[in-house]
Structures are given as C-alpha cells and as structure tokens.
C-alpha cells in the first residue's frame, strides 16, 4: 500500500535554529497537510496545501512556519526561528480529494520528533 | 469550534474481551468522522472512516458507529488481542480538516 514518509524521524536543534521537516506525500495525492502533536496532548492542525499555495492554516501556524513543495514530490515544512515550545511530533500527511470531500481519507506519515535544546 | 472529546482516557482489558470506545463532539454538522490507531512514537493510522450520512461502519473486529444528531461515535473492538494495545483517536472534518479527539489509551492484557 502507498504510504507518506517523512525524514528525519528525529531532529535534535538548538533553540532559534531553522529546521525543515521533509515529507514525500502519497504520489498521485493534490492535498497535503502538517498537523503537529505536543507530548500529552491532542493531534493539531497546522497547515493545508493544494495547487501550490496555504488553503488553510491554523493560528499556530504564525509567521515563523512555512511551506513549499520544491519539486513534484516533496513537500517541507520549515520553521525558522525554533522556540522551545515547537517541541513536538510533527505528521505529515495528504489525500487525493479535499478533507471536507465525501468519503475521503486522510493518509498521515510516521512522524519527525522535534526537539529543541 | 468544534471539540472532541474521548471516554474514557485510559482502558485496560483482559484478552479476549470486547470493548467500546467512545468518541463525543460539539458540533454535529460534520462531513465525516474517522478512527485512527497510534502506536507509541508512531504515525497515525486510518482504521474506519464514516461519512455522515452512514450509521456504521466495519472493518474486520472493528465496527464503527455514528449517531450525528447527538454529537457521537462508538468504536467497538471485538475479541480483544494483545496486539490492538495503542492509543486510539477520533478525529472530525468539517471546516477545519480533521479536529482530533486526546485518545484513549487501550492495554489488552494476555
């Protein structure tokens, strides 16, 4: 079965460090996603993508988070000046359709555990 | 805004035992609510998906129900294995794509 994978599955950095976080999305999937889930807490979205832009995104998703799809299959998640609170495990994750679309699923990748010094 | 909640947050069973997982939001106008596993340290992944217009859903020893009007959803695991042991979630779109629900821990003791 296709699967999201998502590189490093570990990410050590030092506070105010830039990092990006590395996911290749199923291959013939349009929309793509970053939620996020701080330890002991609640899976929450970040961001969606399609046709090259930010759909949605959440209010965490401040102006230190960005997203790009450089090339036909990858899609990043960049953070630029890390604070100890972007500690967290970050998914990845897209689907054919829209969420809101009839029927559709959400595929999510394993993860990058951020943490930051 | 939309809230999910799970009950309860943790569960602990003998082998073999069937069990329900609860799953309540606030806002009924949803488009679909879907289950997921979560392995410690792991992704997520899909187990049923439930549109809003369908009652339930199944998939092997899982069965999924929705009752929309009163903001819930059931999952039922029968026969209990060692190997169901993880946190599961329920998750809700409308709006928002996908607004998740904190879990509930499931230990199936052997």
């Known amino acids: 079965e296709p699967e999201v994978t998502q590189t490093p599955s570990h990410q050590v950095t030092q506070m105010g460090q830039e990092v990006i976080l590395r996911c290749v999305p199923i291959?013939?999937?349009?929309?793509f996603y970053w939620y996020r889930q701080i330890l002991g807490q609640k899976v929450e979205f970040l961001v969606s993508?399609?046709?090259?832009?930010?759909?949605?995104k959440s209010e965490i998703f401040d102006d230190q988070f960005s997203v790009e799809r450089p090339d036909g299959s990858n899609f990043t998640l960049k953070i630029r000046s890390t604070k100890l609170e972007d500690s967290a495990m970050y998914f990845c994750a897209s689907s054919l359709q829209g969420a809101t679309a009839t029927n559709e699923k959400l595929f999510f990748g394993s993860g990058t555990q951020l943490s930051v010094l | 805004k939309q809230e999910v909640t799970q009950i309860p947050a943790a569960l602990s069973v003998p082998e073999g035992e069937n069990l329900v997982l609860n799953c309540s939001f606030t806002?009924?106008?949803?488009?679909?609510l879907q289950w997921f596993r979560q392995d410690p340290g792991k992704g997520l992944t899909s187990l049923l998906l439930?549109?809003?217009?369908?009652r339930e859903q199944t998939s092997g020893r899982l069965n999924a129900s929705l009752d929309k009007s009163s903001g819930r959803s059931t999952l039922y695991i029968a026969a209990s294995q060692p190997g169901d042991s993880a946190t599961y979630l329920c998750a809700v779109i409308r709006n928002t794509p996908l607004v998740f629900g904190k879990g509930t821990r499931l230990s199936v003791i052997a």
């Open positions: 291959s013939n999937h349009l929309y």
């Open positions: 806002d009924s106008a949803i488009y679909n």
């Open positions: 993508f399609y046709n090259n832009e930010i759909s949605e």
């Open positions: 439930i549109q809003s217009s369908q």
